[in-house]
């Protein structure tokens, strides 16, 4: 026969899912005391009659409690006794693990939120959203430590593209979480309230203040339809991470001495877009160190179309060399990256001769071994030397009445409306006396849509993808 705790802790995990999504509107049943303090443990609980001047003398879940010091106004009843229950239960192997992570991110989160004059318990607000993952992704979106859906990061300074993701910064997404906890706090003039907006948005939490004319979050709460089930337990998850979190030892985990290595980091800045495999090795780094510095750079190179961009790398010898690389030419050997999608028909070497780079540099740039691997609709970053793609390449032999130059091969272009000699020669690297003596053309008039002319271009390999 199955227990019912052990029944109400699986309905927990199965009804609510392991993490939050940050600020989309989301729902649970509250309890009866209303804490307008600013921190410490209060007790409280429906249908027992507990004082709101009690403190919590006795033990949680069997556990004694050393650590009762909070800077948010933590509450202990029903609600958030499960989720002490499932973090200390079902849950513990992923507490367990935040808990790591958290002795990560306490040097980057703790100082921000002194700086700012914030509680500094917020931190347990990042737990919940995401584990202290910089890679945690939700159903509906948010991405990163902080848990930004794309329109409110943007709204609060975070870049996101096909290149990077600022969302996934714990420094810049830190920053911004700040400015959106402080906006809503403003707002409120309560940090349930503020917490929850955070997670459902504003917008809900004014219309539950307007209909049930209350700005007590427990009374909010407890109402079956003004919240979603997600945003009413959001709250009561976040005072558990707190009470197991400030008596880890207590509750029977592992502690982690503070790591203070995401702190230890140099600015530099580069002029030009960079293989990520380039940095790190002229750096003296591994690139997944490169990495964890940099979560928000989404690609094997840093973004191009951008005048700048400033990356960081550890402390020490890494910047003295980066910067020695740049000199050198080591660094920004390139003209730019761009975004190749490939279709049927493609073959690597026309994309290489196209952006006038070996084979190998965009099979060593995007860490494939083989052309074989390669599908229609693989994304590749394209690494080059001249201009951009255009056009629909054909392979063909090497025919006509000039041979093909050593070193290249011929191909076909297909001429799409709108096309020039002059633009057709600077996208492909030839000249335009070049392609009017490789294919007879004495006027620009005979270029006409649907006309395949012959180009000898640079090329080292030639499969069809």
């Not at 005979?446 to 993808?465: F, H």
């Amino acid at each position: 026969m199955i227990k019912w705790n052990n029944c109400r802790a699986l309905f927990v995990l199965i009804s609510l899912g392991l993490f939050s999504c940050a600020h989309n509107g989301q729902r649970s049943e509250g309890g009866l005391f209303s804490v307008k303090g600013e921190g410490g443990l209060l007790n409280s609980g429906q249908g027992r009659s507990i004082s709101s001047h009690d403190s919590l003398e006795q033990d949680i879940l069997g556990v004694s409690i050393q650590n009762r010091e909070f800077d948010l106004p933590v509450v202990y009843n029903d609600e958030v006794r499960d989720w002490v229950r499932y973090f200390t239960g079902v849950g513990r192997k992923h507490f367990s693990v935040y808990l790591e992570r958290k002795a990560m991110m306490e040097p980057v989160i703790i100082p921000k939120l002194k700086q700012a004059g914030m509680p500094l318990d917020l931190i347990y607000l990042a737990m919940i959203e995401s584990g202290f993952s910089t890679q945690a992704h939700s159903h509906m979106g948010a991405v990163g430590p902080w848990q930004f859906i794309r329109s409110t990061g943007r709204l609060y300074g975070l870049k996101s593209d096909w290149w990077i993701d600022e969302r996934k910064d714990p420094h810049k997404s830190t920053d911004a979480a700040i400015k959106y906890l402080s906006r809503l706090h403003e707002e409120f003039g309560d940090w349930s309230l503020a917490c929850s907006a955070y997670n459902s948005g504003e917008l809900r939490i004014r219309r539950a203040i307007s209909k049930l004319n209350t700005r007590d979050f427990w009374v909010i709460a407890r109402n079956r339809r003004a919240l979603r089930r997600e945003t009413k337990d959001y709250v009561p998850k976040m005072m558990a991470a707190a009470i197991i979190g400030k008596n880890a030892e207590q509750f029977g985990f592992e502690t982690h001495p503070v790591d203070t290595k995401l702190m230890d980091y140099e600015e530099v800045t580069i002029t030009k877009a960079e293989n990520l495999n380039t940095i790190a090795r002229v750096a003296g780094i591994s690139k997944k160190e490169l990495q964890m510095h940099n979560p928000d750079i989404l690609r094997c190179c840093t973004p191009p179309q951008v005048s700048s961009f400033t990356i960081r790398v550890p402390k020490g010898e890494s910047k003295a060399r980066v910067l020695a690389a740049i000199d050198s030419g080591e660094l920004g050997r390139f003209d730019g990256f761009r975004r190749h999608v490939i279709r049927r028909g493609d073959t690597l070497s026309r994309i290489a001769a196209n952006a006038g780079v070996p084979v190998q540099s965009i099979l060593s740039m995007n860490e494939i071994s083989s052309a074989r691997s390669l599908r229609p609709g693989t994304e590749l970053v394209i690494p080059e030397r001249g201009g951009k793609t255009s056009g629909i390449f054909r392979s063909v032999a090497s025919e006509g009445r000039k041979k093909a130059p050593k070193g290249t091969v011929a191909v076909t272009y297909t001429v799409r409306k709108g096309d020039t000699l002059y633009g057709i020669s600077r996208r492909h690297g030839v000249g335009v006396d070049q392609i009017r003596r490789w294919n007879s053309i004495s006027r620009a008039k005979n270029l006409r849509p649907g006309k395949q002319i012959k180009l000898y271009v640079k090329n080292d390999n030639n499969k069809n993808i």
